[in-house]
């Protein structure tokens, strides 16, 4: 049923990038929630494609139907949206880094309380759910997803304050880490960034009403009007009034600290026609090939994109370079289910399923490479190799962020530190050589940062989090070098 | 995928009877665990065919398999059952009373511990699970689930002993009601019945290993060895040894009251070729078949079953009249799956879908029907109907249990007291004349005890548990009495 | 999808006979014709569990649904009838031979002709099939399907006639061996029976519009009248007239041969309710029993049935010799679907997962078990082996009808002769000794024509086909002995 | 289970476009045709994506599988290539213009004919193929599918030549229309073109074994070489010889008229990274922009590609015109299965689920849209208010091919001439007023002739075939203008 699964990715060009996990978008007070819901989540897509839950609140009681696969799979389906009625809605959309897509996994998660219902949704990790969990648990607590989420569940219904908001804040205050959350009651909306504001959340309206989502393409597609960013260690609390009037309540904790936007939502996880921390993905990206091809020109024919991510900088490299902009790998579109997994006859015919070389702007040419990042650079080898084959007589790679050399703890799916490209090789000559190009150039931290926001990297305050390129961590690692580091917890395996 | 379901049944002849909601099967130290459990679940479906669920222990962690549908659509599918490795596995199955078909509800459930994870199924139902819920809620804890297996779990968790084994005993001790329950650990395979002995436990044995299972025909499928009954409100704890041999440790409480097993296990719900209470099923039904022969007698020229309860005791009312024993109604075996909703079409038709007179020992004939039981007289009045369109020039009604006037609390689904056929009208005849029979007559509650247990019924100690006949509730109903009674509990609705 | 496939069958008791391939039913001028035709299929079920396929005529267009699987599992379903409107239908449910499950090979089939229209199914086999298949293609034909039934088209399509009845029947005096044949164009409905008589065919009646199908069941689910059976040889053309009134024209050959109907049709085809060639088939069967009893008596304490085929023989015997029927055999009937290809492992464990033995009523027994017949032998010792694991004492096998050795050529699956059992040994004891019962017998086959039509078996004429038996068989065998004997089709394989 | 189906394809951007039906490929002699030939179809999949089949010869007997749906829902599945053994392999991808999806018109279709049997499938469409059927049903033959290969079959089955390569080319010389074709025997690969070349058909090598496609990226798929293209009318014959070896023999008829190629196949059918003809496909588009550019300048800010027919030729005008290319609208490529049809409430949204304009470039800007072509110009009318919803203050619109006045008969699905936007508006500034824009132009004529071909047309003798665009067809319209003209097939309507 999913149409892009990691392993899938893994074996072609784009999968040599990382991961995130989630998208949410909430709505309050609005007769289509559920419809509003799924379309928001379909234009959230692009951050998980596993699996898609929503929640409503019917007057009566909680409605929940969640599905593995994309959103436009079930979704939006008059037969599911007709178990969804209601005018409070929330969200989510999954990818997966556990390798456990049991349904009971898929958010929001949902619990009934003393003083009643309550459905909550995350995009992002905790850094010390694991060491929460413990601590519940030797209390008495049953845990029955793997989901962090249930942690902030439980620690709501513990919570000794009465209102679900106060709860609720009691709640998140005690979780570390880097995450949007979304929560919903029988009146209420709530929505929470982390204090560092790792990743994002907007808020929007649409008719009055009020709309939290990841990024602006979810309100976009509805034609709802973006308001503002939510910011880093914000609750915002949307409560109905019983005259049907929406009470917005934004609270702000004392201690606040700057906020350290996630770099990678510009480099690659953002929609381009998203517009993050108030600016365009797309031009950030432009401007990450314009600083790469100040930064590291080279002679060439042709400047072509590795798709999809490497388009917009590859369309700023060709610009401010001079070079040609051409489409040298065309795209498969129609891919399908089962060549997810394909034979291993396939796999022995090298068969690219999703790229081909466009012979006729490769042939005999200088080609620049331009992608977004390279990972562990497993498929920039393959795709150096597609070009050379298509008849390129020089391949220069161009990438428009920096090395990567450490893992991320906040929501993105990272690979072990070793089979990361940067740490197995000496230096960029090495890595070229690897993957079979004739030259590898990556973007510099300053030329990230000044791309994104115009100005170097701060180091004494760096205006972004950038841990994965400088090991800089905007947060302690509890969980990891806490004292339950390296202890797994014993999970229950399900396919059901 | 369910291929009975009670929309179905009840609109045949078979739905004219009450409803058991589930079956339970455990084996402990057996390398095939999960299979040899399977196979139990598939000899007890006709406890529950709306899902079943398998959890196992891997050595390393728990596995758990749930499915819509029944046991022999998904399991001892090779590729479930690799899903399930392990030697100690329960399994259960089961029919929904609620409506709610959501998997979250199918058990066995499980949960994380602290001292480590245990799962839980049980068959029967808790007087007192509301009143426990809304205490546990009060104080913290989430319910994911709308069954009240999770009120156990979470009193399992609470509890403040330290081995799981006290534990399971600490939570099962709050619990009132009619139950068979099992409970695995990663070393241990628990058993337990309600104090009163009202749903049946059956322990086993292959190959050296212990079982339970709810019915001995579970043993006869794999080849297993009967040991015993589980006794009222003993709980018996096996665990398995370093080296491999399996302690057994059976506690018994002080306060021990009488069994009280359950009749319509005899009646209706176990099946036939099962020993229960030490009785072989089947020839107390043939018994309840002489008894009434003896009760009742009338003219007749053929004892027609109505398929397939009635069978045994037709057989046995044919056998002590001397009138001829003749299959005058067949029975259609492959209903499939769309029938299940006939189209409104179909139904105008009046269509048998399931059942057809088999005119030839019809027609011309005086016939005795003998049914196992009447609950609202729906379908005994269009089973009449079809006789007498058959052509049977006389037709008396011969019930095998007496009549029902009470609802039940211990796990069979009834309905609402007034749509009792014995609450709707005010003497025998007037029921057989609403049915359309020349005469009806009901076994008698001493013929019922004496064809099941050889004597008739001790007032002032009943052998057996008759509530739904003599109103005579054999446990204290805190739910329905208690401060609780009338609270629904506000839950989410779902059909991932 | 298929609930029960002959692997599955042959695993367990009632594998061990034959089976039928098809059941047809057709009605004209109703305007409920699909449904109808659903709801007669469904009672047909039993001669064919692996495709139904449905077509009418909407008054524009011809229709055709085909599925695999029971005819519960999709017709009935509102929206597949929504694509059958039409008062004219005919439809088929089949049980395949050959192996190749194709949608295309499922009837009815359809040609377009000059003339309009025509959709045929049968019931049945054609003896000289494959000798007109290869004349035809030939002459420049193309076959698609593997079916004969194409060959019938085919030969409609090449009539010199003008009418479609006359070019139906042209084709029809054309195939040789036994069946039963439904046609129908835009106006008629056409129905023919082999010259012989081998295979049943009933015509009937509701609200004064014709039907025809293969047995009395069919009509009695939707309330039809029963008017009588298709002659052999006999072709009935039913026509729609302007007004809407029905013109019936039936047509006799002039050198009609003697009915010979086919004895299985009494022994296992038919359903028991069903009144085939005039005669009860559940008086018949019970008649084989008695029969068997007086030829074949035993000292017994109990007569148990092989379920379901041996159960009116078994009361028959029992009724004749005084000892008490009981069930000692039970029949799980919640088979669901994986189990049809059981994992080895369940295998291994030799377990049945249809029966299990009532230990109850076999324990310390003399057993005398009834069953319909017995073709290889392999089941009846699997069925011997499991009764004495139940502790009878003697078990004793009465078989209800003759000893097997010949193949059938008319539409009945059978195992290669030297697999029959009575091919085997040399006599009945050794027969005995290789299913492990303690005494065999088999009904003579006066014994059975007795039972059926009252009367010794006439060698001179006999009244019934019964080749399976004698080797007497009825008609001509081309396809067998002619020149094509030996050839086999090169077939395209598919399973779209 | 179809991703992209004509009715979602006309509610969005991509939709006014026309519609080409199929693609094939075929292999003789190689161990993994049938793999190779579902890489192939893979790699064809752009021009048909509603249904897929394969033919192989086992060396025994033919194997077919037909998949409703994407190659890579279902083939490649090792599963079903495991059905699919041999070295013989011909395969489709098919577009249906009927509405009738049934599984029986999907190709390649198969017939068992005296001499053997022989498989085919064809690309494009006949001219002549009604006036045909008629005759063949006239004289007795039973058509079974709605398709116009089937005629085909026929004429072969009743071609008076022995060999079957002889009874091909006899049929094919009656069929009129444009098409290429494959056939497949158990020992050879035949492949055909029409006598005017209208469709494409490539001519290939893989490990010395011959390969026919429709375009050469189905070669490149799978490193296959180019060898030339089939020619305009020629038929080429390859058979494996006993010695494994393979024989080639081309035949070309002696009045060979001069090619004259589809044109939309370079304006959008084929894949950009094809080379159609000796041309690349992406090098014709990026010229159509350079030529649209010279022709039809215009002020403006950005060049905005409609995606994703539109982006050559966008970056040939950018790059012509100086103008910057920019990704203006952003495609969401998850689109999934229930998104297909949109519920009524998601359609009154007016939401545009597979695209977004991307504010960033749009706002404040004049934009230059640049498109391949326009057929109704609805969905040119909601770009159009797309773009400037998100901004712009000009929007222009720049077709890459000229107005498109008549209808296609060789395989293209064109709405009806009345429902064409040049068909609906006097002049071109009535047509940008209809669809909103500032300003319109269309590439002219000769501009495509030299972007494709590199001169003018020549009107006496048309290098290209161009009848949408001048009304001028390359052949006669026989069922269109003839006898058989206005008379409709009535079919068999079916969904099995």
Known sequence: MTHLRSEEINDEFDGDTLHEECGVFGILGHQDAATLTALGLHALQHRGQEAAGIVTFDGRQFRTEKRMGLVGDHYTDPAILAKLPGSIAIGHTRYSTTGEVALRNVQPLFAELEVGGIAIAHNGNFTNGLTLRRQIIATGAICQSTSDTEVVLHLIARSRHSSTADRFIDAIRQMEGGYSMLAMTRTKLIAARDPTGIRPLVMGELDGKPIFCSETCALD???????????????????????????????????????????????????????????????????????????????????????????????????????????????????????????????????????????????????????????????????????????????????????????????????????????????????????????????????????????????????????????????????????????KLSVLASNG
């Open 221 to 487: 597609i509805i034609g709802a009007k973006y308001i503002r960013d939510v910011e880093n260690g914000e609750v915002i609390i949307c409560e109905i009034q019983p005259d049907g009037s929406i009470d917005i309540d934004a609270r702000k904790p004392a201690n606040a600290q700057p906020e350290r936007l996630c770099l990678f939502e510009y480099v690659y996880f953002a929609r381009p026609d998203s517009v993050v921390g108030g600016r365009s993905v797309y031009v950030a990206r432009k401007n990450m090939g314009i600083n790469l091809a100040k930064e590291s020109p080279v002679e060439g024919d042709v400047v072509v994109p590795v798709p999809d991510g490497g388009t917009p900088a590859a369309l700023g490299y060709a610009q401010a370079s001079g070079i040609p902009f051409e489409y040298g790998i065309i795209r498969n579109h129609y891919v399908g289910r089962t060549f997810i997994e394909p034979t291993q006859q396939i796999r022995a015919f090298g068969v690219k399923l999703k790229h081909s070389a466009n012979r006729a702007m490769i042939e005999g040419k200088r080609v620049v490479l331009v992608d977004d990042s390279i990972v562990r650079g497993t498929t920039s080898l393959k795709i150096v190799q597609m070009i050379r084959d298509a008849g390129a007589t020089e391949v220069h790679v161009r990438v428009a962020s920096p090395m990567i050399f450490y893992p991320d703890f906040y929501g993105i799916d990272t690979p072990n530190a070793d089979k990361l490209l940067a740490n197995q090789y000496a230096d960029v000559k090495a890595m070229a050589k690897y993957i079979g190009a004739d030259s590898l150039e990556f973007l510099t931290i300053d030329g990230l940062y000044r791309a994104v926001g115009g100005e170097d990297r701060n180091p004494a305050r760096p205006q972004f989090t950038d841990h994965y390129f400088t090991g800089d961590y905007p947060t302690r690692l509890l969980d990891k070098n806490g004292e339950t580091a390296g202890l």
